[in-house]
């Protein structure tokens, strides 16, 4: 019994020792958990608040981009979906860093916002308790270029962390 459990103790470590091979594979090449970051797909859901929208306007990658149009009195937000209908729920553990990187373009005729622009994730516990959010940021005024200006940096996720959801807020 101690042979057949040493031969399952080890087929484990090994299963374990791909897994992170693969996973640090894939963070060091970049890999991107936003199923649609170009904004192309326009049947993916848009969930927000205060017009989230695609636009043709003008676009960094292909012809699409995400449109936010905030307003002086209240945020303009949106969350990443996975598909039609979900919010893209990452799961994580407590301490894990995640790189944040996004483009942002700021018309400089926009004077009506005067805060910061936002890219960063929501923390919750596996019972779906909100804990809290963590971002990278850039002034709006920096921002409002008239061209594209890359936010980025690292967000590390609290204690008891489960999952996040990366949103976008003006």
Same mark, same amino acid.
């Given at each position: 019994?101690?042979?057949?459990?040493?031969?399952?103790?080890?087929?484990?470590?090994?299963?374990?020792?791909?897994?992170?091979?693969?996973?640090?594979?894939?963070i060091t090449a970049?890999?991107?958990?936003?199923?649609?970051?170009?904004?192309?797909?326009?049947?993916?859901?848009?969930?927000?608040?205060?017009?989230?929208?695609?636009?043709?306007?003008?676009?960094?990658?292909?012809?699409? *981009?995400?449109?936010?149009?905030?307003? +002086?009195?209240?945020?303009?937000? =949106? %969350?990443?979906? !996975?598909? @039609? $209908?979900?919010?893209?729920?990452?799961?994580?553990?407590?301490?894990?860093?995640?790189?944040?990187?996004?483009?942002?373009?700021?018309?400089?005729?926009?004077?009506?916002?005067?805060?910061?622009?936002?890219?960063?994730? *929501?923390?919750?516990?596996?019972?779906? +308790?909100?804990i809290n959010n963590? =971002? %990278?940021?850039? !002034?709006? @005024? $920096?921002?409002?270029?008239?061209?594209w200006t890359k936010?980025?940096?690292?967000?590390?996720?609290?204690?008891?962390?489960?999952?996040?959801?990366?949103?976008?807020?003006?």
């Open positions: 019994k101690a042979v057949t459990a040493q031969t399952a103790a080890n087929t484990a470590q090994t299963s374990a020792n791909t897994a992170q091979a693969m996973l640090s594979t894939k970049g890999h991107n958990i936003c199923p649609n970051p170009s904004f192309e797909n326009t049947s993916y859901r848009i969930d927000g608040h205060g017009g989230p929208a695609y636009s043709t306007d003008v676009s960094r990658i292909g012809s699409r *981009s995400l449109k936010l149009t905030g307003n +002086t009195s209240d945020a303009s937000w =949106a %969350v990443l979906i !996975t598909d @039609t $209908t979900s919010i893209l729920n990452v799961p994580c553990s407590p301490g894990d860093v995640f790189y944040a990187e996004i483009y942002v373009y700021g018309k400089a005729t926009n004077t009506t916002h005067t805060g910061s622009i936002t890219f960063g994730v *929501s923390n919750y516990q596996s019972n779906g +308790t909100y963590v =971002a %990278v940021a850039q !002034t709006a @005024t $920096t921002a409002l270029s008239g061209g936010i980025s940096g690292y967000l590390t996720t609290p204690a008891n962390t489960a999952w996040v959801n990366p949103y976008i807020m003006i």
